[in-house]
């Protein structure tokens, strides 16, 4: 910019940041301005705020009012100058006592327009895509007002933008706008430098001596040779910060001829935890847990979760061993043993459970699984117990896009499975399942948001319901699934009326929510869905209500009041759960 146009900005900064004038004794002065618009008007009042008590009652100081209108022309003047319009029309008006009821008439006129535009990259970003979109996207072409924030704004992220891509010595060779008052044009000339790109070397460690190196590299987001970028250094941060192990993260990078050693230190946290939970939910009834986690088994990283967990209708111990795999950070390997008592419907069982798995990254927030499970489990129906062995392999897919993961307002979740056993695997039954869960938040104007929910599950088996294990059946009903029935009291009945589940399921949501100050928020929503034997023919059981949300600490509280659709026997229930359905 040249020196009179920084001479304009500085005057401007002055007069913004208040009046040049002491302020008077007291007095009852008004200012009004009319003929402009939006951020126009709201800029010239601005620069015309009254100093603190100006607007009260009292006697008006005349001599003050003299000297605050003869500034008018020259503040709105300044005020204006920022959008481009640098010969407006004022007309200062004075009436009521001692004039000072000011009626200010501001014709802005015709902006100064962009003539001559340049706007280029030089150096070795000066073919980096995301600098050229930049460029592309930059405001202020020939033809278009000149707005110096949109300037500025545009200015400064070209530059944090290539600092960002790892250009450190990024800075503008030129950067200058110089207006014609004369042919009300201004020609632009930015020019942004970038220098040579620097990239990551390598990551040096301090703390943390319990941990090995290998491992810890594994939360380290950028390999050696990478570009050195802001993104990366933060998804380190968060890695390492989320993993629980650490109670201090401090990243320090240190340049050295464009190669960056990224200095990490770190500050242990407890390995050993002990946690207690209770709650209560309409589905589980009240419940209780206990869980013991060892993040350091050998030294080695290894992962150690053991659960007791207990409601009224789940009891249950479980146990997880986590093995760090390869270099990505979700690349594990798991042992889980399992053993529980459930109800399901009208069913109780008994089970106990081992599952080997590999877990891995297939990209952020995404993750693949391939397992084998070995499953014995005992059951009750209608007074005959039966017991069955199943060895079941399986594959899963889960991908999450959450902005937050503990309380989104907007994400997507997906997660798709398919197993299946035979006899020839040493399984009582012969089956395939398949099975997909999606959910979507997506907020909307006026403080409103929308969430879908989707459940499909799909046996193929040649075996009647009531030979499948119970926990391999489907239900339907409560609070994650329809609401307005009971939970998991949707399905095929036998002859004594009993539900037992099915072999099909489908269940779909739809709310919409409206926020509300504090954290709180209504919302309106209809479920549908129904276990059934097969997808033709099939009747989906409807509910419908109103909720009510809460934001806490631990999680979405929501309550909702459901009534049943075209049902035999209509009624009212009430649901309550804590976490986001999502």
């Known amino acids: 910019m040249n020196p009179a146009g920084r001479a304009r900005v500085a005057i401007l900064a002055g007069l913004l940041s208040g009046p040049l004038l002491p302020a008077p004794p007291g007095g009852a002065v008004q200012v009004t301005v009319t003929g402009l618009e939006g951020p126009l008007r709201d800029q010239v009042r601005k620069a015309l705020a009254l100093p603190r008590g100006m607007d009260g009652p009292g006697a008006v100081d005349r001599g003050w009012v003299d000297r605050f209108a003869g500034q008018v022309e020259a503040k709105v003047k300044l005020a204006l100058e920022p959008f481009g319009y640098y010969r407006p029309v004022i007309q200062v008006t004075r009436s009521g006592p001692a004039g000072g009821h000011l009626q200010i008439q501001v014709a802005a006129g015709e902006p100064v327009r962009i003539g001559h535009r340049r706007v280029e990259v030089t150096g070795a970003g000066a073919s980096d895509p995301t600098l050229a979109a930049l460029v592309a996207a930059f405001p202020l072409k020939p033809g278009d007002p000149l707005i110096h924030p949109e300037y500025e704004a545009a200015r400064s992220g070209l530059k944090s933008r290539a600092e960002g891509l790892g250009y450190l010595d990024a800075d503008f060779t030129r950067h200058e706008i110089v207006v014609d008052p004369a042919t009300q044009t201004a020609t632009l000339d930015l020019v942004l430098a970038t220098g040579e790109l620097y990239r990551f070397k390598d990551a040096r460690f301090l703390g943390a001596p319990d941990y090995p190196a290998p491992f810890l590299r594994r939360y380290v987001a950028f390999q050696p040779g990478d570009p050195f970028t802001r993104a990366r250094l933060g998804l380190t941060q968060v890695q390492l910060a989320g993993s ?4 201090e993260v401090i990243l320090t990078s240190e340049p050295a001829d464009r190669d960056v050693t990224l200095r990490i230190d770190l500050k242990q946290g407890p390995r050993r935890s002990l946690r207690t939970g209770v709650g209560y939910g309409t589905d589980t009834g009240p419940r209780f847990s206990v869980r013991y986690r060892d993040l350091d088994m050998l030294n080695r990283g290894h992962e150690l979760t053991t659960s007791l967990y207990a409601s009224q209708r789940l009891q249950g111990l479980s146990s997880t061993y986590t093995l760090p795999m390869g270099s990505g950070l979700q690349d594990t390997a798991t042992l889980q043993v399992i053993l529980q008592k459930e109800e399901l419907a009208d069913l109780v069982t008994r089970l106990a459970s081992v599952e080997v798995a590999r877990n891995r990254s297939l ?32 594959v899963r897919f889960t991908r999450d896009r959450l902005d937050d993961p503990r309380l989104p307002t907007r994400g997507l979740r997906v ?8 006899r020839a695997l040493g399984s009582d039954t012969r089956m395939v399942q398949l099975l997909g869960a999606v959910s979507h938040l997506q907020p909307l104007p006026a403080r409103l948001s929308v969430q879908s929910r989707l459940r499909v599950g799909a046996t193929f088996s040649a075996e009647p319901v009531d030979a499948l294990p119970p926990t391999l059946r489907f239900f339907a009903g409560g609070d994650q699934s329809v609401r307005g029935y009971a939970y998991q009291s949707l399905g095929l009945r036998n002859a004594a009326g009993k539900v037992v589940g099915g072999k099909q399921l489908l269940a779909t949501s739809l709310e919409l929510e409206r926020a509300l100050p504090r954290n709180w928020g209504v919302s309106i929503f209809h479920d549908a869905g129904n276990a059934f034997e097969s997808f033709k023919g099939v009747r989906l059981h409807q509910g419908a209500g109103v909720g009510l949300h809460y934001r806490s600490p631990v999680g979405s509280l929501n309550l909702s009041l459901a009534r049943r659709i075209r049902d035999e026997a209509p009624g009212w229930r009430i649901h309550f759960s804590v976490g986001a359905f999502l």
Request: avoid cysteine; aromatic fraction near 12%; charge should be positive.
């Open 244 to 247: 629980e192990r650490f109670k």
């Open 363 to 394: 990209g952020p927030g995404t993750l693949g699984t391939a397992y084998v499970r070995f499953l014995q489990e005992a059951y009750t129906s209608v007074g005959l117990y039966h017991r069955t062995r199943l060895v079941l392999p399986g």
């Open 415 to 422: 997660a798709l499975e398919a197993r299946g056993t035979d």
